[in-house]
């Protein structure tokens, strides 16, 4: 990998000793916002990091982690962006983000968010602490998080950022207080961070914004940093896609990266573009709950049917998405659980290649076709076995059922059938041996029939005189 700006002389698993330190210490800090004006709002005028640590304090903790890392800071920027991701995230539960807030996940050190819809702190306080990260006075390790798609400030009119955080006077003492565009944001704090994590397909891939039109010029964050973009880590753009992504893919790399560097956990693997390996490998198609009907040739024909939605416009077989197997948030709902077709949201190509939405791929009709064709022979047999599997072995042409008709008689044809099949079943093994005498043959009584014949419920004499005088 090249190294690029600055200071990046590190490698991934490599900590610099300025960030190793023991809870306590940094009890005794001084304010670095002593002098700004009053903040809106933050009475308690506490800090996210103070509360963080507070609440380490009150677990009981001499040291925030188990590995040498202690706490990191994260700084989550916006560009062209719904707020989906933050949603998503905040919803996460495996791990939640509660969790790696208040250092509750062992071995994870601390993770101090500066969140513009979390945050306590608010106008310049708030924003001190990406200057102290730009100039590297903090205490620990910074990750960048972007959501949304990065847009061409250029093309703004009269210098007010599309998307902007904070304002300042203070980059240089000439310069005037301006709204700084989380842009410039990334420019600055990029070549110092840890890791840049674009999380959602808006800032991964450049989404919605970035579709055909694309009067802001948007584009993704790995497209914006270019290919030589490494962090302090050594690191290319990491990129969590999804509109809105799994919240729970977002705090799992998170805490994968994070045991990494605290030597507590394998090398995180990702694919060639940024992905978390583990996490976008498969299609959507491979864990979809529909899949068997996608295979048996049965397909939906409007929406709100049970069966597979491919001919109603789902990209499941091609997309890479792990939504089928973790659920939208807390392992529930996702897009086919809920009745919707995949439309490739966490794919590079979104939105423009796989529009219109909501009618059948081209070339989806070949495979369903095929399955359909396949699915009519299979779907049959697997119907007679099912029935023949639903079947005691003692159970004949007889089911002593009282939900269901007393004879399930078979058909020939499904008779012969069972022959070969049996044969195959125990072919190079020994079948066990069956008393066909042990079958209920038909006109079959049961034992209490047989035992007790009709009058079995009749009560003995002397019971009937007792209930009578009762009477
Ligand atoms: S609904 Fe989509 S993902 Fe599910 S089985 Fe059908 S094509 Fe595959
Ligand atoms: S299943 Fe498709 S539409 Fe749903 S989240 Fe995954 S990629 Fe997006």
Request: proline fraction near 7%; aromatic fraction near 8%.
């Given at each position: 990998?090249?190294?690029?700006?600055?200071?990046?002389?590190?490698?991934?698993?490599?900590?610099?000793e300025?960030?190793?330190?023991?809870?306590?210490?940094?009890?005794?800090?001084?304010?670095?916002?002593?002098?700004?004006?009053?903040?809106?709002?933050?009475?308690?005028?506490?800090?996210?990091?103070?509360?963080?640590?507070?609440?380490?304090?009150?677990?009981?903790?001499?040291?925030?982690?188990?590995?040498?890392?202690?706490?990191?800071?994260?700084?989550?920027?916006?560009?062209?962006?719904?707020?989906?991701?933050?949603?998503?995230?905040?919803?996460?539960?495996?791990?939640?983000?509660?969790?790696?807030?208040?250092?509750?996940?062992?071995?994870?050190?601390?993770?101090?968010?500066?969140?513009?819809?979390?945050?306590?702190?608010?106008?310049?306080?708030?924003?001190?602490?990406?200057?102290?990260?730009?100039?590297?006075?903090?205490d620990?390790?910074?990750?960048?998080?972007?959501?949304?798609?990065?847009?061409?400030?250029?093309?703004?009119?009269?210098?007010?950022?599309?998307?902007?955080?904070?304002?300042?006077?203070?980059?240089?003492?000439?310069?005037?207080?301006?709204?700084?565009?989380?842009?410039?944001?990334?420019?600055?704090?990029?070549?110092?961070?840890?890791?840049s994590?674009?999380?959602?397909?808006?800032?991964?891939?450049?989404?919605?914004?970035?579709?055909?039109?694309?009067?802001?010029?948007?584009?993704?964050?790995?497209?914006?940093?270019?290919?030589?973009?490494?962090?302090?880590?050594?690191?290319?753009?990491?990129?969590?896609?999804?509109?809105?992504?799994?919240?729970?893919?977002?705090?799992?790399?998170?805490?994968?990266?994070?045991?990494?560097?605290?030597?507590?956990?394998?090398?995180?693997?990702?694919?060639?573009?940024?992905?978390?390996?583990?996490?976008?490998?498969?299609?959507?198609?491979?864990?979809?709950?529909?899949?068997?009907?996608?295979?048996?040739?049965?397909?939906?024909?409007?929406?709100?049917?049970?069966?597979?939605?491919?001919?109603?416009?789902?990209?499941?077989p091609?997309?890479?998405?792990?939504?089928?197997?973790?659920?939208?948030?807390?392992?529930?709902?996702?897009?086919?659980?809920?009745?919707?077709?995949?439309?490739?949201?966490?794919?590079?190509?979104?939105?423009?290649?796989f529009?219109?939405f909501?009618?059948?791929?081209?070339?989806?009709l070949?495979?369903?076709?095929?399955?359909?064709?396949?699915?009519?022979?299979?779907?049959?047999?697997?119907?007679?076995?099912?029935?023949?599997?639903?079947?005691?072995?003692?159970?004949?042409?007889?089911?002593?059922?009282?939900?269901?008709?007393?004879?399930?008689g078979?058909?020939?044809?499904?008779?012969?059938?069972?022959?070969?099949?049996?044969?195959?079943?125990?072919?190079?093994?020994?079948?066990?041996?069956?008393?066909?005498?042990?079958k209920?043959?038909?006109?079959?009584?049961?034992?209490?029939?047989?035992?007790?014949?009709?009058?079995?419920?009749?009560?003995?004499?002397?019971?009937?005189?007792?209930?009578?005088?009762?009477?």
């Amino acid at each position: 990998m090249t190294l690029g700006v600055g200071e990046r002389e590190h490698t991934m698993g490599e900590i610099p000793e300025k960030h190793v330190g023991e809870a306590g210490h940094h009890k005794q800090r001084e304010s670095s916002t002593m002098g700004l004006p009053d903040q809106v709002g933050n009475v308690a005028r506490r800090t996210m990091e103070e509360l963080a640590e507070d609440i380490c304090a009150s677990q009981g903790k001499s040291k925030f982690s188990l590995g040498p890392l202690e706490k990191v800071y994260v700084f989550w920027l916006a560009g062209m962006s719904c707020d989906g991701c933050t949603v998503s995230v905040s919803g996460a539960t495996e791990p939640a983000l509660e969790d790696l807030l208040t250092g509750s996940i062992p071995g994870v050190p601390l993770v101090v968010l500066h969140h513009y819809v979390l945050q306590l702190e608010s106008g310049d306080h708030y924003i001190q602490t990406l200057i102290n990260a730009e100039q590297g006075k903090l205490d620990g390790p910074y990750v960048l998080v972007y959501e949304g798609s990065i847009p061409d400030e250029n093309l703004t009119v009269g210098g007010e950022p599309f998307a902007g955080e904070g304002s300042l006077p203070l980059w240089a003492p000439s310069d005037e207080r301006r709204r700084v565009s989380t842009a410039e944001w990334m420019k600055r704090l990029g070549p110092g961070a840890a890791a840049s994590i674009a999380i959602g397909t808006c800032a991964t891939w450049g989404g919605i914004p970035a579709a055909y039109g694309n009067i802001t010029g948007s584009m993704s964050l790995m497209d914006w940093m270019g290919k030589d973009y490494r962090s302090a880590l050594g690191l290319p753009v990491i990129n969590i896609p999804g509109c809105a992504p799994v919240g729970d893919n977002f705090t799992d790399a998170v805490q994968a990266i994070l045991l990494f560097l605290q030597g507590l956990g394998p090398l995180p693997e990702f694919d060639e573009l940024g992905r978390p390996a583990w996490q976008f490998s498969e299609t959507v198609h491979t864990h979809c709950v529909r899949a068997g009907f996608y295979e048996e040739g049965t397909f939906a024909k409007e929406y709100g049917d049970k069966e597979c939605l491919v001919e109603i416009g789902c990209w499941g077989p091609v997309v890479n998405c792990n939504i089928t197997e973790k659920g939208a948030i807390s392992h529930m709902g996702g897009c086919m659980n809920s009745g919707a077709p995949c439309i490739g949201c966490t794919m590079p190509g979104f939105p423009d290649k796989f529009s219109p939405f909501y009618k059948a791929p081209p070339g989806s009709l070949v495979s369903s076709n095929a399955s359909r064709l396949l699915g009519s022979v299979v779907r049959n047999l697997r119907r007679i076995s099912q029935r023949e599997r639903n079947r005691e072995i003692r159970w004949h042409d007889t089911v002593p059922s009282g939900w269901a008709m007393e004879r399930g008689g078979t058909s020939l044809t499904h008779k012969i059938l069972e022959v070969f099949y049996e044969a195959m079943q125990f072919q190079g093994g020994k079948a066990p041996e069956r008393d066909p005498q042990k079958k209920f043959p038909t006109g079959y009584q049961s034992l209490p029939d047989r035992v007790y014949t009709k009058d079995y419920q009749q009560l003995p004499e002397d019971r009937v005189l007792k209930t009578e005088k009762r009477v």
